[in-house]
């Protein structure tokens, strides 16, 4: 008799999820399945409002990334204008709260949920594997990630008037200019942001060489690799190409990215609100693929500011291109965040940010698709209006899931690694948890309360009978909930 | 001005002239009372009820009621201040208010109000009204979900633009704002969106559609200071009050 493994919610990710695993009569792990058990509604409730209210609208989607919802809508909303072209005061603005929103979450991810698993190793002590121990053991480490972050969020407060959810774009433009006493601060702080960053990328590496090859192995599992690429080939987080790469880092599409429909189809599961992309010329079985920080590394010929793309050339040394580890994710995440702060130290000397030209102009269009590349992947907002302007169609294709397949078969490898007969071990728990945060998956793009959450594991025969139940609670005891 | 046209207003002696309201006369002595569908440059219509005051025993809309000496007259009470509290709520529960993604935010009236009063919750379930949004007009928006029928832009489009387009029908949780046209779209009228009546609207039902959200944070009306303190006041009318 077929069983199913189920761990609900997992924890330290953004949201909440919950894990099946299909177990076969010889415990063999047939199928994982990441339940996406949340439904927000957006591409829904916003048919009807006007256009120009989409990128204060679909920022709410999410507390960690709003800025990168607010800019693909803005930029779908461009074109709806009829704005081609930014102007050079606009394009410097957005592109500064950009890696402004980059750095902070990469930093939230890395030293906030990810960095407790890999300086105290993935099967320490639950109860003080977590930011607060961190700061306690390693208080250099901890206090420059927040200082990272809070240096990002400062920078989209600058522009945007609050760290989170601010009014910034418009449609055509930005509706205000950075004054020079606002740019001062920054420029004062940004060399120590850079150095942290690259000395953090130096921990990364020396902790993941450290178990090398558990590490390299760890949910490992080849697949396609899609990012937003810049017309040279370098790393492009705000505007390029979709470039597509096989699992051996030959490039197989690259298109503009309002193509996206020729590139891209959707498969649904019963089992998921999340849906399912894959490569429209392969089959959801072969066409799937990944995104975010370590696609856009495996993607990009260099990167434009020279320590990030040192950093890069290391790992690609090290780990080989394309690297396929999920945990590697981790390494490429702290690459970009130095490379966003290198960007940002650029800008800061750019007297575009100071211009009042910042809105264009055009002939308004039926339709609008903005493509970013936001913290955790490639995101696709793609919006109709009829002639009243109000919106009639809304496609989203958000970052996690474009990585729903790669996370269901990184989840399978690690079950396949180390679940070990019938037993379901707080162990294996971690251990899952541990590479589905590798992808930093935003599952109810909703703000993360760190920490000691409640977990449950159970064991269903496929009769939907629960033949066992493991349970953590949120003082982080273990009790048999069967 | 004879002495005797005086009232007491929260102890203050207030003067008037005759065929003034005591809303007139408060404002004219420069005293903040809480109001929403009154307007200096409008005849009175006495709808929203914000300006609620006890006079001699009755409750009575300080907009319609006319001042009489010796009048004497509260308003700033507890008990005053929680029924306006109610019936800002009731306002927010009756509509679609949802301040964070709306572009009004900020210099909205409705929302200076109810900061003003200490709302930090619906308090009544919300109706979560579905009423047509129009977006006919060349270069105004209406979300009728925003309404809070205070019928400032009929008053506006009759005795300020002389075109009488905006008006309010039906009746109790029905009424909703119209346009007089055949097919009822404001797209049909000749609403202009240089009109009086466009620019009136105390929340963000009446928009523009173009130079949304230019505004910000930090420079609009009410980011820094209290409606009690600067009035009623919409974007045209930095410098003056209502």
Same mark, same amino acid.
């Given at each position: ?482 | ?25 408060? +404002?004219? !002595?420069?005293?903040? @009372?809480?109001? =929403?569908? #009154? ?8 709808? %929203? ?31 005053? +201040?929680? !029924?306006?509290?109610? @019936?800002?709520? =009731?306002? #927010? ?8 993604? %709306? ?140």
């Amino acid at each position: 008799m077929n069983r199913r493994v189920v761990i609900d919610p997992v924890t330290r990710v953004e949201g909440h999820g919950k894990v099946t695993l299909l177990v076969d009569e010889n415990n063999q792990i047939n199928e994982a399945r990441l339940h996406i058990v949340e439904f927000r509604g957006f591409e829904k409730f916003i048919q009807g409002r006007p256009f120009w209210e989409l990128p204060l609208v679909v920022q709410r989607l999410c507390g960690i990334c709003p800025v990168s919802h607010h800019l693909a809508a803005a930029k779908a909303i461009d074109q709806i204008v009829g704005v081609d072209q930014l102007t050079e005061g606009a394009l410097a603005l957005r592109k500064l709260m950009h890696f402004g929103q980059v750095l902070q979450s990469h930093a939230l991810h890395f030293f906030h949920l990810a960095a407790p698993d890999l300086v105290f190793g993935f099967d320490s002590d639950i109860a003080r594997r977590n930011i607060v121990a961190l700061i306690q053991n390693h208080q250099t480490l901890a206090l420059q990630g927040v200082r990272i972050r809070k240096f990002g969020q400062q920078i989209i407060e600058a522009v945007s008037g609050k760290r989170i959810h601010g009014i910034a774009a418009v449609p055509g433009g930005m509706n205000a200019p950075l004054s020079a006493d606002k740019i001062t601060p920054f420029k004062a702080q940004v060399d120590d942001i850079i150095e942290w960053c690259e000395a953090t990328i130096a921990t990364i590496k020396t902790l993941f060489l450290s178990h090398r090859d558990y590490h390299e192995a760890f949910g490992a599992t080849e697949s396609n690799f899609m990012a937003l690429s810049g017309e040279k080939g370098q790393l492009e987080l705000y505007h390029g190409d979709l470039r597509i790469i096989d699992r051996r880092g030959n490039e197989i599409r690259r298109q503009p990215s309002d193509q996206y429909r020729a590139l891209l189809s959707e498969q649904v599961k019963s089992w998921s609100y999340m849906k399912f992309p894959y490569l429209s010329h392969l089959t959801p079985e072969t066409g799937w693929y990944r995104v975010g920080p370590l696609a856009r590394i495996n993607v990009c010929r260099y990167i434009d500011t020279p320590r990030a793309e040192r950093c890069r050339q290391d790992f690609v040394s090290t780990l080989g291109a394309p690297a396929h580890s999920p945990l590697a994710y981790h390494w490429a995440r702290m690459i970009e965040a130095l490379h966003c702060a290198e960007a940002i130290k650029n800008l800061l000397h750019n007297p575009a940010l100071l211009s009042n030209d910042l809105l264009g102009q055009g002939t308004r269009q039926q339709q609008g698709i903005g493509v970013i590349e936001a913290p955790r992947g490639t995101l696709i907002h793609h919006y109709e209006i009829n002639g009243q302007d109000q919106v009639t169609m809304a496609n989203l294709i958000v970052s996690t899931t474009n990585n729903n397949q790669a996370m269901n078969e990184s989840i399978r490898k690690v079950a396949q690694q180390h679940l070990t007969g019938k037993e379901l071990t707080p162990e294996l728990l971690n251990l899952i948890e541990v590479v589905i945060r590798a992808y930093d998956p935003c599952l109810s793009c909703a703000t993360h309360a760190a920490g000691k959450m409640p977990l449950r594991l159970e064991l269903q025969t496929s009769d939907g009978k629960i033949h066992s139940a493991l349970q953590r609670n949120s003082d982080g005891r273990l009790h048999n909930a069967g | 001005m004879s002495n005797d046209l005086q009232f007491s207003l929260d102890g203050v002696s207030v003067c008037f002239e005759k065929g003034e309201t005591i809303m007139q006369a408060a +404002q004219r !002595a420069g005293i903040y @009372l809480p109001h =929403l569908c #009154f307007h200096p440059d409008f005849s009175a219509h006495g709808s %929203c009820r914000v300006c609620i005051v006890h006079l001699q025993g009755k409750t009575v809309a300080a907009c319609t009621q006319p001042a009489e000496s010796n009048q004497v007259v509260q308003s700033n009470t507890p008990e005053l +201040q929680k !029924a306006r509290l109610r @019936l800002i709520q =009731l306002l #927010f529960a009756e509509g679609n208010h949802y301040c964070p993604t %709306c572009e009004t935010s900020g210099n909205c009236q409705l929302q200076a109000l109810a900061y003003d009063l200490g709302m930090t919750h619906y308090h009544y379930d919300p109706f979560m009204p579905e009423r047509q949004t129009d977006g006919s007009h060349p270069d105004l928006f209406i979300d009728r979900d925003r309404c809070i029928q205070c019928d400032l832009c009929g008053r506006a489009s009759a005795e300020y633009d002389g075109k009488a387009i905006y008006t309010l029908s039906g009746r109790g949780q029905n009424t909703q704002l119209v346009f007089r046209s055949p097919s009822g779209l404001l797209g049909d009228t000749n609403a202009g969106a240089d009109d009086r009546a466009a620019h009136i609207c105390p929340v963000g039902c009446i928009l523009p559609k173009t130079g949304n959200y230019q505004e910000p944070i930090g420079t609009r009306l009410y980011d820094h200071h209290p409606i009690h303190d600067i009035g009623n006041l919409r974007k045209e009318e930095r410098g003056g009050s209502s």
